[in-house]
Nanobody, 125 residues
Framework: QVQLVESGGGLVQAGGSLRLSCAAS????????MGWFRQAPGKEREFVAA????????AYADSVKGRFTISRDNAKNTVFLEMNGLKAEDTAVYFC??????????????????WGQGTQVTVSP
């Protein structure tokens, strides 16, 4: 199982920006599909963004399209989530996930086999 460690969360005012990072262990990172999900209090975990192994195929949830950008640096075993124009409704714990069986970046949480511990993002109104 690959180890994933998220960082970069914090408290920000509405309209502000944050950049989340997810560092992965292992030499096979470059072939994994990677995703970001989030979970707000009392709500189910929801898809945010996904990226395929090369970065050529990307998907976003409608709620973040145009504001968030997912990217990856395979040389550094890291995937990023740049978040701009943050809103109060973006407040959640953000998780990164790795799919070692598929490399295209699925949007389905059940298809990811490795998860980080999460990083809290809080957006004040």
């Amino acid at each position: 199982q690959v180890q994933l460690v998220e960082s970069g969360g914090g408290l920000v005012q509405a309209g502000g920006s944050l950049r989340l990072s997810c560092a992965a262990s292992g030499r096979a990172f470059s072939i994994y599909g990677m995703g970001w999900f989030r979970q707000a209090p009392g709500k189910e975990r929801e898809f945010v963004a996904a990226i395929n192994w090369s970065g050529s195929r990307i998907a976003y949830a409608d709620s973040v399209k145009g504001r968030f950008t997912i990217s990856r640096d395979n040389a550094k075993n890291t995937v990023f989530l740049e978040m701009n124009g943050l809103k109060a409704e973006d407040t959640a714990v953000y998780f990164c996930a790795a799919d070692r069986r598929r490399n295209w970046g699925t949007t389905l949480a059940d298809e990811y086999d490795s998860w980080g511990q999460g990083t809290q993002v809080t957006v004040s109104p």
